[in-house]
């Protein structure tokens, strides 16, 4: 057991932070805590150019690609990292970590991710694992923002190992980064939510993209809503292999109910089915009013 | 014959238009033939509170559900109705049409329209058909602006009854509406062309937004991703229903060709196939950026 007081006794200007991986979400991380004033911003990423871009800007105040002895000094360390390399990271420098260091992370999948990573940590140790509904196209420091999860929810994912605390501790964190509300969740019901939420659009908008091979005429017929719907085609396929792989039994599960979805519109077109096609349309359109508008309200 | 002279010899402030269907797009070409200081506008609505408001912000000059005798005035018709409305107007209104009076519509689809439409025509009346890429969310004149077509890309659909004379007129037009492009394709190439890009997109989004059943705590799990993939699932199911019944062909194999895609991803995922998965993403990431760029360079 250790001696030293609570996280939550501390002032946020006494806490030394980790960002292990330095781009878009990290450096976003590193101006929050630069505004909150921090006691010290340690940038961890594999990426040199990330490392010496975060420094001039002022967003880290040291950088490191193999962090080591400087890891002791971290309270908090937050990943934004690929799951793979996230495991990896702690099985790697887990020695390096203080006694009752406070972890959380980015991640936009939990449950593979929760079992590989608590049987790798110290007892006093606490991972609150979560993530902000946030993003932006692009990648990488230069993409960074200060506001990156202004009026975005947040999703808390706690587990049992967690101390209530350190769960507190990110509450009031998550308040200071701006965000409008949050939600804990367990890793399974979080996982399968974020599978139709998340996941399927993008295997839907990659897919769309894939399906047709167009030539030069066509481009004349891109609107906004081909724009819109396949946004996120353009895709960083190494990160979102590992999320798709370590979601793999729900989002196999959601596309079966989309192929029947697609099924019906198949059988209504066959069959000149006007009303059934008018009704799907009719469903669609209330239930995404109804979600936007919910979302909206939070 | 007719010894008018020629619509392209006219200037366009000598010219009477009729608007069928003054919403959201008749609206926007009302506002532009007002700039355009066109000798006179009619508009012909079977709502009435479009009509009235057309009238108040003096989008048109005339308002009638029914015109009969007015339409005689018409040197131009610029119809922006369902496809079905569309061929049911001609039908009973050809008896007053100008006999070299020019036509042109907005319509999505061509193929089963042209055959419907041109066998109604005097011998003499030009139906010059197109559409521009152009749109936005909500519906009614109230929504309409007079930018609605400035950079969009405008697809002519010319047939062997067209005159070359009138051909021009649409392109002349064409530049006033301050479209940055036009192409001229064939009706069998028009439909499977936008079977593709407008249609599917839409169809994909309804079956997503349809395929789940969320509770409310999966509002919280809304992001970009969702809003973007699914914004045109908020569709007008009576005029949409119209424009896919009338392209089934094409439409049908566009989801066959989709579904195929899908059966790839629940492949790739089932056997842990990482490679196929980045595969997959960077194709669709780097023929997304190809349109999106050639799109921005037209």
Known sequence: MTNEISILEKNIEDLVFAIVGVGLIGGSYGKYLRKFKVKKIIGIDINEDYLNKALDENIIDEAYENPNEALKKADVIIFSIYPSALVNFIK???KYFKENVLLTDATGIKGKLIKEIEPLLGENMDFV????MAGREGVGVGQ???EMFKGASYILVPTSRNKEENILWMENFINLLGCKDYIK???EKHDEIISYTSQLPHVMAVALVNSSNMDEDANYFIGGGYR???RVADINEDLWADLFLDN???IVEEIKKLEIQLEEWRDALETDDANKLK???KMATIKRRGIINAKNKN
């Open 248 to 250: 793999k039994k729900f």
């Open 92 to 94: 790697n420098n887990v």
């Open 228 to 230: 819109d719907t396949t």
């Open 144 to 146: 960074s923002t200060g």
């Open 185 to 187: 969740v367990s890793p």
């Open 279 to 281: 009704n799907m349309m």
């Open 129 to 132: 694992f979560g993530h902000p």
